[in-house]
């Protein structure tokens, strides 16, 4: 085996030595750029970082849209009032119809018969009342035995009434203009009373029917005139008026709002289509706002942090007003132009030090 000349391991030495003193020097110049770091770090410690915002005095966007859809200006549902069979139907799904039309008939010879017995009973519950009265006169009867009397031919004339009501009924007659939109008997079927007839809807006039958050309702009042969107009619205007506000919201915190057409020409719109109220209201006087995320927990707190001598975090309160969208109107307690901290509260105490991030 060769022997390794002297000149080849005085190289391999001296690229040993000095990759370990290369080694070293980075190893130093690491420490010394750490130890530059935890003095920096050192130097602000106890500064909590925070963001934080400026109080602005602007005029606040009231305006705001809903959406939802049409639906008929009234809906009835027709039902049966008396047992019997269905003999004709007038109507068919889709016909227009009027008020006081008749739609369909019931068969009425029970009912018929049951009117000729009313007024039999009436007939002679008269005529005994005019013997009674004559034998009054003459001592035959007591006053109560007239009284009685007199009660007969009261009930009787109920049961009579009663029983003109109930062939009445067996003409099923519409209350409301409107379309048939639904029919749900044939001739010779029978029904009880209760059974669904038909569906009757009047979309003359349609309503859109949308919900809106409090803070929206609480600018809104019966009467208000509201501009509407139609999805299927980009390109057309619609108005309408505010005819009911729920005075309860529902299960999702809303507020249940119907808003009438204020015409509807050649019945474009129709029941179930989907719409947009367009809710304007005039430039509102400017007033400070801040971020809603300055109120660390809910904005009913009225509580925020606020930056002093551009370090020192002081709790203020305040009077929160309106809030729009992520705005929170001031009423009392911040001057425009101070400082708050929208960002960190939770790590916040009164006369913390804090670092704002820009």
Avoid: C
């Amino acid at each position: 085996m060769a022997k390794r000349s002297p000149v080849k391991i005085i190289i391999t030495l001296l690229l040993v030595v000095g990759a370990f003193a290369l080694i070293a020097f980075v190893l130093t110049n690491n420490k010394k750029k750490n130890a530059e770091k935890t003095a920096v770090v050192s130097q602000s410690n106890g500064d909590i970082s925070v963001r934080t915002s400026i109080a602005t005095k602007q005029p606040l966007e009231l305006g705001f849209t809903a959406n939802g859809n049409f639906v008929p200006g009234q809906q009835m549902d027709f039902s049966a009032e008396n047992s019997g069979r269905v003999i004709r139907v007038n109507v068919d799904e889709g016909s227009k119809v009027s008020r006081g039309q008749t739609l369909a008939v019931i068969k009425t010879d029970q009912l018929n018969v049951d009117v000729e017995s009313a007024q039999a009973n009436f007939a002679n519950a008269t005529k005994d009342l005019s013997r009674y009265e004559n034998a009054y006169k003459t001592g035959g009867v007591t006053q109560q035995q007239l009284d009685q009397a007199k009660l007969a031919v009261e009930n009787a004339k109920a049961r009579l009434s009663q029983a003109q009501i109930k062939v009445g009924d067996a003409n099923i007659r519409s209350s409301i203009n409107g379309i048939v939109n639904k029919r749900y008997i044939e001739p010779g079927a029978v029904v009880a009373p209760g059974t669904k007839l038909f569906e009757l809807v009047d979309v003359s006039k349609l309503k859109l029917a949308i919900t809106v958050n409090e803070q929206q309702v609480a600018s809104l009042k019966v009467g208000d005139k509201v501009n509407i969107r139609a999805s299927v009619f980009p390109d057309k205007k619609f108005e309408g008026r505010i005819t009911f506000i729920a005075p309860k919201s529902d299960a999702s915190l809303n507020f249940p709002v119907e808003i009438e057409l204020s015409s509807n020409p050649g019945t474009q719109l129709r029941a179930g289509m989907y719409g947009t109220a367009v809710f304007e209201f005039p430039t509102q006087t400017p007033v400070i706002t801040i971020p809603r995320t300055a109120f660390g927990g809910s904005v009913s707190s009225n509580q925020v942090f606020v930056v002093e001598n551009g370090n020192t975090a002081k709790t203020r309160k305040v009077i929160a007003g309106r809030i729009i969208g992520d705005q929170v109107e001031i009423l009392e307690g911040l001057n425009e132009g101070e400082t708050v901290i929208t960002s960190g509260q939770i790590n916040l105490t009164e006369g913390s030090k804090v670092a704002p991030i820009k």
